[in-house]
């Protein structure tokens, strides 16, 4: 049985001013070959298919004309929720589309075996357990006086029991049959690309750990992180990464997806498919003139223009350099590529913090903890309290994050984020 682990396809998402619904639309249409092409029986798609949870009509468009092109191709399909997508609308069609062998499991209930879900190619069957995205609300309550420890800890077994419920079902019920569970968690000692320094704060809350995934479980398929990597030196617990680059840090991760091969109960293999890449992303350093030689030199090799992201640095601040600055972004207006974010800065006003956001930083450009951190320079905090608020401040934000859970069930309006 040959079985496809994806994830993080974070559909409508966009590049600060650019849309990468043509880059998604090439990789799904790649993607629908590659199952043909390789006779995929089971399409794991662990977590995060959209960018928000109220994506738009395009988004939701690609989506489901994807689904629908795979249905000639008898592919099973197993999709579960992220932290990023509505368990509503990933719920709304879920018994329409079960009867086109489509899972879907956009938030857990409760009921471990209502996630597991069995398939079966001739003489071979496969167990597959649906495991969307936790939430601290799924998991546990809070009890009056407990420290933010113990709710680090509860919220650590509850991944841990919940993992070990869904594996003794499978056990007392499928002998034999191996088990391949899908997670959508930040696992501890996992890398994370820059644009993703707040999931080690935020959703490494847990310090969760592959060897808290009970034993049983044939291959773990992840979900959360945009890098591709084992996990705790295990070649069965693996993300696969982001299919596309969604961001500069990431433009040189290796992007793929993973095909496993079961035979007799074994995993016998687990192949690393690399993703062509639709276009390249290219981060631009220099004066003003050396950025411009460097944007006339740039080739296009690729179907979709480049986005460029272009980081102008000159010595001392003046109006004729920044009249310059406002020249180049003109003149590369209507380039064979795009400039998606153009930044500049003067190199005699970085001694501090407070200077470097000074100069043409938006605030879309910037992390909770870049502001937060910013606003204690400001305010002069000393080095002691400074790391105490910000720990402090990271757990709020954790806290708030969390609250928001309860409206992602599927009986719950409006979701947000």
């Excluded at 662990?46 to 629908?68: A, C, E, K, R």
């Excluded at 509505?86 to 879907?104: C, Q």
């Excluded at 290219?282 to 950025?291: A, K, N, S």
């Excluded at 998606?340 to 100069?359: I, P, Q, Y």
Aim: glycine share 6%.
């Amino acid at each position: 049985m040959r079985i496809l682990h994806t994830a993080d396809w974070h559909l409508g998402k966009r590049l600060y001013r650019s849309d990468l619904r043509e880059d998604h639309t090439l990789f799904l249409n790649w993607l629908i070959e590659e199952v043909e092409r390789r006779e995929i029986d089971v399409l794991l798609i662990s977590g995060d298919i959209f960018d928000t949870t109220n994506p738009n009509d395009g988004s939701m468009q690609l989506y489901y004309q994807f689904l629908t092109r795979l249905l000639p191709l008898s592919v099973r399909i197993v999709i579960t929720g992220g932290n990023h997508d509505s368990a509503t609308k990933l719920n709304a069609p879920k018994e329409l589309l079960r009867h086109l062998n489509i899972h879907v499991v956009g938030c857990t209930n409760g009921n471990c075996p209502d996630e597991v879900i069995r398939f079966a190619n001739g003489s071979s069957d496969l167990l597959v357990a649906a495991v969307p995205y936790l939430r601290d609300a799924d998991l546990r309550q809070s009890i009056s006086g407990q420290t933010y420890e113990d709710r680090v800890e509860a919220l650590r077994m509850g991944i841990r029991n919940h993992y070990e419920r869904i594996v003794d079902h499978c056990h007392s019920e499928y002998r034999d049959v191996p088990v391949l569970a899908m997670g959508h968690l930040y696992v501890n000692g996992a890398s994370v690309s820059e644009s993703e320094r707040e999931i080690h704060a935020v959703g490494g809350q847990a310090a969760f750990s592959s060897e808290h995934f009970p034993e049983g479980f044939t291959y773990v398929a992840l979900g959360h992180i945009h890098v591709p990597q084992r996990v705790g030196g295990s070649e069965a617990v693996r993300y696969c990464g982001s299919p596309i680059p969604l961001s500069f840090a990431e433009r040189d991760n290796a992007h793929q997806l993973l095909q496993l091969t079961v035979e007799n109960g074994q995993l016998v293999a687990i192949e690393s498919v690399p993703v062509p890449q639709a276009r390249p992303f290219r981060h631009i350093t220099g004066t003003l003139d050396e950025v411009r030689e460097r944007l006339n030199q740039l080739e296009m090799t690729h179907a979709l223009p480049a986005l460029v992201e272009v980081l102008v640095e000159e010595d001392a601040e003046s109006l004729s350099t920044r009249m310059h600055f406002d020249q180049l972004q003109r003149d590369y207006k209507d380039a064979p590529f795009i400039l998606t974010k153009t930044r500049l800065l003067f190199r005699n006003k970085r001694k501090n913090l407070e200077s470097l956001f000074d100069a043409d930083t938006h605030l879309a450009d910037l992390t909770y903890l870049d502001v937060f951190a910013q606003r204690l320079v400001m305010a002069q905090v000393d080095d002691t309290q400074r790391d105490q608020l910000i720990d402090t401040y990271q757990q709020l934000y954790t806290m708030v994050t969390e609250q928001t859970a309860p409206l992602q069930h599927e009986n719950s309006p409006n979701p947000v984020s």
